[in-house]
């Protein structure tokens, strides 16, 4: 099914979220913005994808208000996506489970990727993934926290 939800993710990230989404239980994404790579997720996990995200956008994404609304409006008919408006990092030191899968695409600064990885990697069981490993400070703070498996796309993943 093509996902037309505006957003950066391609077809063929889209399609790797949905497989690995295949093989987990419950999966973290930080940075949902419009539900495009929350739907892709969702529609290959049995169990929950909670979707954490401010929605008050980051640094070189100013956001119009909507994007929330648009957000829900988009990812309505799905049962299996809880979400959590808030900051990753105030989210994580609340979060007391753990996921079998966390999707980091939330502020991609570096000192921003690097604390995500920080706080979320010991709350990932199986899998730890982010976006956006093509921009410089995203792909600084990957390899200097993580020895990651592989890149499709610009997506980065680790096995745990």
Not at 55 to 65: C, I, N, P, T, Y
Not at 94 to 121: L, N, P, Q, R, S
Request: proline share 1%; charged share 30%.
């Amino acid at each position: 099914m093509k996902n037309e939800i505006k957003g950066w993710m391609s077809e063929e990230e889209l399609d790797f979220l949905e497989t690995k989404a295949k093989e987990m239980d419950s999966i973290v994404e930080l940075g949902s913005y419009l539900g495009r790579s929350t739907v892709a997720l969702a529609n290959g996990c049995d169990g929950m994808v909670w979707a954490i995200d401010s929605w008050e956008g980051s640094k070189g994404l100013v956001m119009d208000g909507t994007e929330y609304k648009q957000f829900r409006e988009n990812t309505k008919c799905y049962v299996n996506i809880g979400t959590i408006v808030g900051d990753s990092l105030e989210q994580g030191s609340k979060w007391k489970g753990k996921a079998d899968m966390v999707f980091i695409d939330a502020d991609h600064t570096y000192e921003a990727v690097k604390a995500d990885i920080k706080m979320w990697k010991p709350k990932a069981k199986k899998l730890i993934c982010g976006h956006d490993y093509d921009i410089a400070s995203v792909k600084k703070a990957v390899d200097e926290l993580l020895e990651i498996d592989g890149v499709i796309g610009s997506i980065w993943w680790q096995k745990l």
